[in-house]
């Protein structure tokens, strides 16, 4: 069975740790030296690593882990040059990785970088900076479009996938989210739920798709709530999914 830990680096990044039978995988390590501590402490020999996209505090720890595993296989986008990414990654591939036994499906999902990709397999998904609990990566160097259809693509997933985001952002996008829908019991509930959480410093992730579903605004963008409350901020009428997703990005950014 699947166990994912996450790895604090930074100020707010978290470097997931997936443990199997035969080893670790890290994803999106962006500093190798808490990685190293993590697995030297717990005795696990590091298999792979997967990246997501070229940011820095996505890969920059990299080079230093290939240096103290020599072993271990690094997965990444093919659509990204990412340095020290031996094999390269397309949309649809199921990989089994490093030969564990854990087979995870890549997932397309340009928005926050052109060549993004995603892994969803044991009802897990680590989906870097696409899809953060209760917002969005901002759009770097892909179009509103390509985020929203990226979106839809992983709330397509089942309701009960887990979501592992690469950082805790969580209170706020829910203070955003609550500006977009003031009403929304469940958002209300969750907010209370990671506040909570946050209070103790504990991780408000994973979430699920269910839960974003409901309390996410970026993927909520058929709702009227929302809807509206995007028409407002631009003082006009807007009614595409799009184009209400487009508002509610910009509307976000200078939130």
């Known amino acids: 069975m699947l166990q994912v ?13 997936l443990h199997t039978l035969n080893g670790g995988i890290v994803v999106d390590p962006g500093d190798a030296a808490p990685v190293i501590a993590f697995l030297t402490s717990q ?16 890969v920059g ?12 296989k690094v997965y990444g986008p093919k659509a990204e040059a990412v340095e020290h990414s031996d094999i390269q990654l397309s949309h649809g591939e199921i990989i089994d990785v490093a030969d564990t036994g854990l087979k995870l499906k890549v997932l397309a999902v340009p928005g926050h970088t052109l060549g993004h990709i995603a892994y969803y397999g044991e009802n897990s998904l680590f989906c870097g900076d696409t899809l953060f609990s209760g917002g969005c990566g901002r759009l770097f160097e892909g179009t509103a479009d390509q985020m929203h259809q990226s979106l839809q693509r992983l709330a397509s997933l089942p309701d009960a996938t ?14 955003f989210a609550m500006a977009v829908e003031p009403d929304n019991l469940a958002l209300q509930s969750y907010q209370t739920a990671v506040s909570a959480l946050r209070q103790q410093d504990k991780p408000s992730i994973p979430s699920t798709i269910e839960q974003e579903k409901q309390i ?16 407002g901020y631009l003082e006009k009428s807007v009614k595409a999914p799009s184009a209400v997703f ?3 990005r910009s509307w976000k950014d200078k939130f």
């Open 216 to 231: 996410n605004p970026f993927l909520r963008v058929d709702q009227i709530t929302v809807i509206s409350a995007v028409s």
């Open 162 to 175: 887990e979501v592992y985001c690469a950082h805790e952002y969580t209170q706020a996008n829910l203070a």
């Open 5 to 17: 830990s996450p790895i604090k680096a930074f100020s707010d990044n978290y470097i997931w740790l």
């Open 61 to 72: 720890g990299v080079a230093k882990l290939r240096q103290t595993y020599p072993e271990i």
């Open 43 to 58: 005795q696990i020999k590091l298999k792979a690593v997967l990246l997501t996209h070229h940011h820095s505090d996505h």
């Open 246 to 248: 487009a508002g509610l």
